[in-house]
């Protein structure tokens, strides 16, 4: 969804490293979330913000940090890359209705970590 | 924590109209149940959502009995294209139930 835009798409570090992942989203919505999937699994997430000033923590936080510079920006950082946070990453972002609160995802970014 | 219990993977033929069933036998009240299709390497695609009864768009159907303990995400003649997981999801708007995607249904379609 050309709505929600990722950067990097593809990533290549090496362990001990820190990286940011980068989210943009132009559909005005409040409420950001990134999530990971590994090869074969569903997503999970690891935290999410229902608005600028708002921050959570998802099931799988630990080793990871967010930043929501803005509405439409949620950055997503790795401190100290390790191996086994080699996997796809997504962002996604939702406008809080109360009877729908559809996800809407961007591309993606590939990230491994050696 | 309304959990749901899908089907691992399913297989089908272009054509026929394929039925995937999700339970959810602690949804609460408020909760609202929406499926998500994702195509590999591409993030969840939102296919519908209902709370009751039955929904239809022009992608699919949306079964929900009475009790609300399962739904049925009907996807009628299905073709090549329609390869992909299916997420079923329940929750309300408040919390973050909703936002757990569990490991879905793996619908692989052939000619």
């Known amino acids: 969804d050309a709505d929600v835009t990722q950067t990097p798409r593809n990533r290549i570090t090496k362990t001990g490293k820190r990286i940011m992942l980068e989210c943009s989203q132009t559909k005005g919505h409040d409420r950001m979330y990134w999530y990971r999937q590994d090869p074969g699994l569903g997503l999970r997430l690891i935290y999410y913000s229902f608005d600028v000033k708002d921050i959570n923590k998802g099931e799988i936080s630990d080793g990871y940090s967010v930043s929501r510079q803005a509405q439409a920006k949620f950055s997503l950082s790795l401190e100290s890359a390790i191996p086994n946070q080699t996997a796809l990453y997504f962002c996604a972002t939702s406008d809080g209705d109360p009877t729908t609160d559809t996800q809407y995802f961007g591309p993606g970014t590939r990230l491994t970590v050696l | 924590l309304a959990k749901t219990t899908q089907p691992i993977s399913m297989d089908s033929y272009e054509g026929q109209e394929v039925n995937i069933t999700c339970s959810h036998n602690n949804i609460a009240t408020n909760d609202y149940i929406t499926w998500y299709q994702q195509f590999p390497s591409q993030g969840p695609r939102f296919i519908i959502q209902?709370?009751?009864t039955k929904v239809t768009n022009e992608v699919a159907s949306l079964f929900i009995p009475a009790d609300r303990k399962s739904s049925t995400l009907s996807l009628p003649r299905v073709s090549l294209s329609d390869t992909a997981v299916y997420y079923c999801l329940v929750g309300d708007m408040l919390g973050t139930d909703k936002l757990i995607f569990g490991t879905g249904t793996r619908l692989q379609v052939f000619p």
């Open positions: 209902g709370y009751k």
